[in-house]
Structures are given as C-alpha cells and as structure tokens.
C-alpha cells in the first residue's frame, strides 16, 4: 500500500508492475481490464488517508473505507473515480464535513490522480463527467450512464 509496484525485482519475473497513480494506468484486456495489476492505485490511497488521519488504521480511515464498501451506492461495475466519492462522502456523513478524516480521504484521491486537483467535488458518483476527470480509460460510454440516472450501467 505504501509504494506499490516495488513488491518484486525478479530476474525471472521482472519488476512488479502495479501502479501507484493514475498516471501508470495499466490498461489491459486481461486480468478483468487490470483490475488486479491497477489495486495499486486505490490501496495507495488508502495508506495515504490513514497516514493523514493518524492513529490506529481501522479505527477512521478503516471506517471509512468499510462503510464504503457497505454501501448500496457502490455497485459492481463503480469506476475508480465513483469509489473514491463515495469514500469522501462517507467520511462526511461519519465525521461531519471539513472535518481531517475528509481532508485526507480527498487529498489521498487527488495525490494518486483519481480525484482533479483542488476546487470542490461537482460529479456525482459514477457519473460520466467524473469518470472522464479521473481517466476513465476503460472507455466505459456515456450513453449507458445516462440510461440509468447518472448510475454505471448494470450491463
């Protein structure tokens, strides 16, 4: 979580690939679209929010990462920028707004690239406009999310 991509410098298997930034999006057809090879990414902003935050790892950034993987509002197909909405409204509705714990959750999201730097958040949750600032290179259509109230489609 700390620095991904520096699991393993193998003579045989070669350097470990996984990003830790939008930057170094893997995209691939494999492995699910780089599900996998790109956890680096919100992992990474999770060590960075739970170092902001302090203290014990599950007892805010934990929360806030727990209740956000509870909620119905994260579906199966919710893009990187759609997760890590979700987690800074969720540390809004746990620890009230302006609070450290939803400094952290969007300072974390910004510094790995998911996130547009600065200025306050105006996409909603899996929206197209907010999976095209975060690099949706997954390519998902905007059509699709329009069909289904701003929501990614189930299809």
Do not use: C
């Not at 759609?82 to 974390?108: N, S």
């Not at 975060?134 to 390519?139: V, Y």
Request: hydrophobic share 40%; net charge neutral; charged share 20%.
């Amino acid at each position: 979580m700390k620095a991904p991509g520096t699991a393993y410098d193998d003579d045989v298997l070669g350097q470990d690939p996984q990003p830790a930034t939008m930057a170094d999006y893997v995209s691939s057809a494999e492995d699910s679209g780089g599900v996998h090879i790109n956890s680096g990414i919100p992992n990474h902003a999770f060590y960075l929010a739970a170092t902001a935050i302090g203290g014990n790892a599950w007892e805010r950034a934990g929360l806030i990462w727990y209740e956000t993987l509870l909620s119905p509002r994260l579906l199966p197909n919710t893009r990187f920028v759609g997760f890590a909405q979700l987690t800074v409204a969720v540390a809004r509705q746990l620890f009230g707004p302006g609070t450290p714990e939803v400094k952290a959750t969007r300072d974390a999201w910004r510094e790995v690239g998911v996130l547009p730097a600065g200025g306050a958040m105006r996409v909603g949750v899996g929206s197209a406009r907010g999976a095209a600032a975060a690099g949706d290179q997954e390519g998902q259509g905007k059509a699709k999310r329009r069909s289904s109230g701003g929501r990614p489609s189930q299809n």
